[in-house]
C-alpha cells in the first residue's frame, strides 16, 4: 500500500504535539520514505517498573498507531536494563529502590498485554535493550561513554537542578540517557516518541546516531497529559489517572470529573474527532462535551456499545439521582432487632456503611445518613428505624447497600 502524502502525513503527525525537534528534517524524512518505498522506524521506549497504564501512556502510543496507519513501522523498546537504572527525568533525587531482573520482566509482559489495546503488535517490532547491553564487556561500555562529557550531562535540567541543590548525582543515574540514545543506534531509529522532558536525551541520540554514519532520528514529542485535578501530570501515585483496563463505568464516572479547562487537550491527544468537531463541542454545553469525550475514549478500550451504556447508566444513577444498578446486598440477622427495629446508628455498623458507631453518629449529624427510596435523612444517631428486608441505607454519595433481613 503506498503511503499517504506527505502533507496528509504531516497534518496527523503534528496533531497533539508540542514539538518536533529538528522540525525541518521531518518533511524530507517523509519524502525520502515514500519516493523510496521504505517506512520509517518509530522508536516508542519504555522502563517496566509497574506499568498499570492509564490515558497519559497512551499519548504517544496513540501516535506509534497513528504512524503505523500511515504505513511505518513501529518499534517497541521495552527497557529491561535501562529499568534496572531508574529513568532521572524530572525527579529531584535518585530512586530509593531499583527492581530485580524477575520484577522488570513480569511487568514487561503485563505491560505489552495491555499496549496491545492501544497499537497493533502484530506489526510492532519489540526489543528488550538487555539483549545488547547484557552483550557488552566493560570496555564496550568505556568505549561508548567516552563519547558523552560530563558538561553535556549536565545540560539535562534534572541534574542540573540537583547539582545546583547539592543533591547526589549517582554515577549509574548518568548511564541512563547515554542507554537509551544508543538503543536509538542500535535499532536505527527514525523518529522517536516521548514527552518533552527527554529532549536531552533524543537528541543525544542523534550525535550518537552521526558518529555511527547513521541518519539521524527526530524527536516527536507531546504534551504532558494533566489528570483529573487538571494541574499535575496523570499518574497513578496521585489518585488523579484513568486506567484503560478500569471497567467502562468507572471509566465514566472519572471522564466527568474532568474540569472543563483541560477538555481540549483531552479531545486532542486522546480522541481522533477532526478539530473543527472539539471546536463546535467546546463551543456548547460542558456536560455533553463530556459525554462525547468519554464515550470516544471509552470506546478505543472496550466496545462503542459498553461505552454508551456507560453513559446512560451515569446519566440515570449520577446526572439524575437515580439508584445504581449494581446496590450490594447486606444480610441482617431478625435476631439483631427489637420489635423489627435498630437504632440507626448501629444499623450502619451492622451493615458494614461505616466502621464505627463514632462514625456513624458523625455521619448522621452532618446530614449524610439517609434510608429508604426516597432517601429520607436519619435525623438522630438512636433513631429507631424500622427494617424489613428490600430497605435502602445511604451514607454520604458512594455508599450504599439493601437489607435482606434473615432469619
Known sequence: MPFPPVDEQLAVIRRGVEKIVPENELAAKLTKSRDTNTPLRVKYGIDPTGIDVHLGHTVPLRKIRQFQELGHQAVIIIGNYTALVGDPSGRDHARAKRLTADEVEANAVDYLAQVGKVIDLSKAEVHRNGDWFSAMSFADILQLCGKVTIAQLLTRDDFAKRMAAETPIFLHE??????QAWDSVVIKSDIELGGTEQLYSFMLARDLQADQKLSQQIGVMSPILVG?????RMGKSLGNYIGIS???????????????????????????????????????????????????VIGQYHSATEADAAANRWQQE??????????????????????????????????????????????????????????????THDQAISVETGLL??????????????E
Do not use: W
Open 174 to 179: 548518568c548511564l541512563y540517557p547515554i542507554m
Open 228 to 232: 483529573l485535578d487538571g494541574v499535575r
Open 246 to 296: 478500569e471497567s467502562p463505568f468507572d471509566m465514566m464516572k472519572k471522564f466527568m470529573q474532568v474540569p472543563d479547562a483541560v477538555m481540549r487537550m483531552y479531545f486532542e491527544l486522546l480522541t481522533d474527532i477532526p478539530l473543527a468537531e472539539i471546536d463546535a463541542l467546546m463551543a456548547g454545553h460542558p456536560k455533553t462535551a463530556k459525554t462525547t469525550l468519554a464515550r470516544a
Open 318 to 379: 449520577v446526572g439524575e439521582g437515580g439508584l445504581p444498578t449494581d446496590i450490594p446486598t447486606v444480610m441482617l440477622s431478625r435476631s439483631t432487632l427489637t420489635d423489627g427495629k435498630l437504632g440507626a446508628a448501629r444499623l450502619l455498623v451492622e451493615t458494614g456503611l461505616t466502621p464505627s458507631t463514632s462514625d456513624a453518629r458523625r455521619a448522621i449529624a452532618q446530614g449524610g445518613a439517609y434510608f429508604s427510596e426516597s432517601k429520607t435523612r436519619i435525623e
Open 393 to 406: 441505607l445511604f451514607v454520604g454519595k458512594k455508599k450504599i447497600c439493601r437489607v435482606e433481613v434473615t
